[in-house]
């Protein structure tokens, strides 16, 4: 490891969706750099193996995995709960966890799965956790988003989803909803000193698409096997993003391969971050006040 900088040291990071993958990625690459990571995942045996295989290979051992299914909102309370008992500090918060879904199904909260998944959970784990990230400060929160949000829409008066359903326009409306969340939640923080950011980690082998099985999956696999990025490729984008005083104070952009690009028209429409931002609101049916921002 002496190659390696190690630049976070004391610095405790939270990475969603970290058994497999991008987040798997991520979680070793900074816990190589002398980080406390707290990975999350599903599944209590991977979580295990996870948590043993980054210790073996950076002989750091400030690693740790959370169980938590992140489509639950039960679950994420008791995670962001279980996360603030045991650390009083959050210097980089890493929303990756998601999935497709080959046929529509609902979350044990009654929403439509990929998008209570992919765009609910980063939304209610971000804000449960929100005094933490500005007691940290500077922190930073980045958020894994996808080059296919240029193709979603979200219909406000079907948000359910049960007309028209399909996995690629549930993923792509998904992937939309973090571009608007991340830009409504960074001016409402309105600071340099807590950041958020999205990225795109471009095409990378993982098991995404895997969940639902099925044909679609099957050539997913195919592709990304002959034309994909590695996880760790992919996840350098977030590695920079988490790490570089290049962006530090930078907030409320959209990157892919470390550049700041521009993201989709829609996602720069306040109406429209601010009505998905009203809309995840109601959905987690917050009745802390401490939780609501005031309007901006």
């Known amino acids: 490891m002496n190659h390696i900088k190690q630049d976070m040291i004391g610095k405790v990071c939270l990475v969603t969706g970290a058994t497999a993958g991008?987040?798997?990625?991520?979680?070793?690459l900074l816990a190589k750099r002398g980080a406390t990571v707290i990975g999350v995942g599903r599944n209590h045996e991977k979580n295990e193996y996870s948590t043993r295989w980054i210790k073996e290979?950076?002989?750091?051992?400030?690693?740790?995995?959370?169980l938590a299914d992140l489509s639950s909102q039960k679950e994420i309370h008791a995670l962001a709960q279980k996360f603030q008992e045991k650390y009083d500090r959050l210097d980089v918060l890493i929303n990756n966890a998601g999935a497709t879904f080959g046929e529509r199904q609902e979350s044990v909260d009654g929403i439509e799965m990929t998008f209570a998944l992919n765009h609910l959970g980063y939304f209610l784990l971000t804000n449960l956790l929100r005094k933490t990230l500005e007691a940290s400060k500077p922190s930073r929160v980045i958020n894994v988003s996808s080059s296919l949000h240029k193709f979603g829409k979200i219909d406000f008066d079907n948000i359910p989803f049960e007309k028209g359903y399909t996995r690629s326009k549930a993923y792509q409306r998904?992937?939309?909803?973090?571009?608007?969340?991340?830009?409504?939640?960074?001016?409402?923080?309105?600071?340099?000193?807590?950041?958020?950011?999205?990225?795109?980690?471009?095409?990378?082998?993982?098991?995404?698409?895997?969940?639902?099985?099925?044909?679609?999956?099957?050539?997913?696999?195919?592709?990304?096997?002959?034309a994909g990025l590695t996880p760790e490729e992919g996840a350098q984008t977030i590695i920079y993003l988490a790490t570089s005083p290049d962006v530090s104070g930078v907030t409320g952009r959209y990157f892919v391969k470390e550049k700041s690009i521009p993201s989709s028209k829609v996602t720069y429409d306040l109406g429209f971050c601010r009505k998905l931002w009203d809309l995840?609101?109601?959905?987690?049916?917050?009745?802390?006040?401490?939780?609501?921002?005031?309007?901006?």
């Not at 290979?57 to 959370?66: F, K």
């Not at 830009?183 to 895997?210: D, H, I, K, W």
């Not at 009745?287 to 005031?294: G, Q, R, V």
């Open 22 to 28: 991008i987040g798997q990625a991520t979680a070793l």
């Open 57 to 66: 290979i950076t002989n750091n051992h400030a690693v740790e995995y959370m």
């Open 174 to 226: 998904s992937k939309l909803a973090n571009i608007g969340f991340t830009y409504e939640m960074a001016r409402r923080f309105c600071s340099q000193e807590v950041t958020v950011n999205a990225m795109n980690p471009g095409l990378v082998e993982t098991n995404v698409g895997q969940v639902a099985g099925g044909i679609a999956a099957k050539i997913k696999g195919l592709v990304d096997k002959i």
């Open 280 to 296: 995840s609101e109601k959905l987690i049916n917050s009745t802390d006040k401490s939780f609501t921002w005031e309007r901006i």
